[in-house]
C-alpha cells in the first residue's frame, strides 16, 4: 500500500533524474535533403533503458561549411500532439536558420485504439507520461554534443499535450534558455474531464473515468503549475487561443498565476491547435520570430 501510494503521490523527481542517466548510444537515420534543410531521424537511448526517437531538421548548408568553420545555431526542441510525435519538425517549413529537433513520446508498444486496449496498456501509459520529461532532457544532451547546437541558445517548446510536459522538464533543465506553453493549462483533472466530454457524454460516467484516469497518471504531481515557478528566472511564455475549448481559461489563468516572473502570455485567435500546417505555422512562426530577435538583440 505504502509502495502504491508514492508511485501515484510521491516527488518523482528522482525517478526523472533515474530515467534521464546519461546517453550511451545514439544512431543517426540517413539524411534527406528537404526544401534547403537536412532532415534525419536519431534513436537515443540511455544507460536506463529509456530510448527516445527524434527528428532533426537543420540548415544544409551548414554540411559545406562544418569541416572549415561549424555554424552553431539556436537549438528548438519541440513536443507536439501524441499522434504528431516526431513529424511536428516536417510541419515547419523553414527553420529561419535554427535547428529543431521534434520527439515522439516514448510509449512502448502499440498505441491503444479501443477502450480495452487502454485499461491493458495502463501501465505502459503511466511509465511513458514519467518518461517524457527526461526524454526531453536526453533529446538536449544529444543536440549540445552535435558542433551544429549553440548551447547557450536552446528553447524548449511544448504544444497541446507536450505543454504540461515542457514545463516540467523546463523546471528542472537549467540548459533551456525559455520555456514556452502553446496551447496548455494548469490542472489535471480539469483538462482532462473537459476532453472527455465528446466521448463520454455521460457526466457521472465521464467524471469517473476521469478521475480515475488523473489518478491512474499520478496527475496531481504533474500538474505544470507545481513546477512553473522553478522555471524563473528563465522566461517562460505561454501561447494560447481566444476560441480554445479544450483548455478550460480557469486553468490557462491558473497555469500563468503559478509562474514567477519573467513570464508572458499571448493570446492568438483561433481554436485549439491542430496538426495542419496552416494552423501550424504561425505558431511556430512566432516563437521563430522571438528566438530570432533575441539573438539579434532586437528586444530589451
Do not use: C
Not at 188 to 204: A, C
Amino acid at each position: 500500500m505504502l509502495g502504491a501510494r508514492h508511485l501515484l503521490l510521491g516527488d518523482p523527481t528522482p525517478r526523472f533524474a533515474e530515467r534521464r542517466s546519461d546517453l550511451v548510444q545514439w544512431t543517426d537515420g540517413a539524411p534527406e535533403r528537404v526544401g534547403g534543410h537536412d532532415v534525419h531521424t536519431v534513436r537515443l537511448v540511455a544507460s536506463s533503458g529509456l530510448e527516445v526517437e527524434l527528428l532533426v531538421k537543420r540548415p544544409a548548408a551548414d554540411d559545406a561549411t562544418a569541416a572549415a568553420a561549424p555554424v552553431r545555431r539556436p537549438v528548438i526542441v519541440i513536443a507536439g500532439g501524441h499522434r504528431t510525435g516526431r513529424e511536428a519538425a516536417r510541419l515547419i517549413p523553414d527553420t529561419r536558420g535554427t535547428v529543431v529537433a521534434a520527439l515522439s513520446y516514448p510509449l512502448r508498444g502499440a498505441r491503444p485504439r479501443t477502450g480495452v486496449e487502454v485499461v491493458r496498456a495502463v501501465p505502459a501509459i503511466r511509465d511513458a507520461i514519467l518518461d517524457t520529461p527526461p526524454a526531453m532532457m536526453l533529446a538536449l544532451d544529444y543536440l549540445l554534443r552535435q558542433p551544429y547546437a549553440d548551447a547557450s541558445r536552446a528553447e524548449l517548446v511544448g504544444v497541446s499535450l507536450g505543454a504540461p510536459f515542457a514545463v516540467i522538464a523546463g523546471s528542472l533543465d537549467p540548459r533551456f534558455r525559455r520555456v514556452w506553453a502553446i496551447h496548455g493549462s494548469g490542472g489535471s483533472y480539469v483538462p482532462l474531464e473537459h476532453n472527455m466530454r465528446r466521448k463520454i457524454p455521460l457526466t457521472p460516467l465521464r467524471v469517473a473515468a476521469a478521475r480515475l484516469a488523473d489518478v491512474i497518471i499520478g496527475g496531481p504531481r504533474l500538474a505544470p503549475e507545481q513546477w512553473a515557478p522553478r522555471i524563473a528566472p528563465r522566461p517562460f511564455v505561454m501561447v494560447n487561443a481566444l476560441d480554445d475549448v479544450q483548455m478550460p481559461r480557469a486553468e490557462v489563468d491558473r497555469l500563468y498565476a503559478s509562474a514567477r516572473t519573467p513570464k508572458e502570455i499571448i493570446w492568438v485567435p483561433g481554436g485549439h491547435v491542430r496538426s495542419r500546417p496552416e494552423v501550424v505555422h504561425p505558431l511556430i512562426e512566432l516563437v521563430l520570430s522571438r528566438v530570432l530577435a533575441d539573438d539579434n538583440g532586437e528586444r530589451p
